[in-house]
């Protein structure tokens, strides 16, 4: 089946920040939030520590467009915030279906950015599909609610890879039909 990547909107509008696409200017806070242990044990992505480089590496494969992966900075500015709060991406799937992931840096943990952030792509679904998935670690409850507070239905465990950890870790997977 031939994947089409949709045109993905520039800015999608939350209540307390933007979600805008990954700029080299964030390079800086995307390394800085990345190499904080507490968030990069609870991605499966994030090594820790942070080798030289990594944010860079991160922030040029976002701009070289040749993925199925969108990605947006949880940009606080228009409301006095820090302009990178976080990220979150919607990795295109088969059969109309993609996957949503996210990380927020602690500073901003508890605070309902996550939660706004999965609603606003989930409103503007960007890459037009009927299904979102997403997963996250089974010792990160906080996360487990962002999607059930989303509408997300638990469907079951899994292990994923986790870099900062150099170990599989347990999973719960989440599926959310739009």
């Known amino acids: 089946m031939l994947v089409e990547k949709l045109a993905t909107p520039d800015v999608i509008s ?12 964030d390079q800086g806070l995307i390394g800085h939030y990345a190499a904080d242990l507490r968030l990069a044990k609870m991605t499966p992505n994030i ?3 942070v080798p030289p480089g990594w944010a860079d590496a991160f922030v040029a494969r976002t701009l070289k467009d040749d993925e199925d992966i969108d990605r947006w900075v949880l940009d606080g500015t228009c409301s006095d915030r820090p302009e990178v709060m976080g990220v979150i991406s919607l990795q295109k799937m088969d059969r109309a279906q993609s996957e949503i992931s996210y990380w927020v840096a602690p500073a901003f943990w508890n ?4 939660s706004a952030a999965v609603r606003g792509v989930i409103e503007a679904n960007p890459q037009g ?3 979102m998935f997403a997963s996250v670690f089974q010792d990160n409850p906080a996360s487990a609610r962002v999607l059930t507070n989303a509408g997300f239905e638990y469907i079951g465990d899994a292990e994923a890879f986790c ?8 999973t719960w997977t989440y599926l959310k039909k739009l």
Not at 111 to 114: D, H, K, L, R, S
């Open 14 to 25: 939350c209540e307390r920040f933007e979600l805008r696409p990954v700029r080299v200017s």
């Open 129 to 131: 599909v009927q299904t």
């Open 111 to 114: 605070t309902g950015i996550a």
């Open 163 to 170: 870099v900062a950890r150099n170990s599989k870790v347990s």
């Open 47 to 49: 090594p820790n520590p």
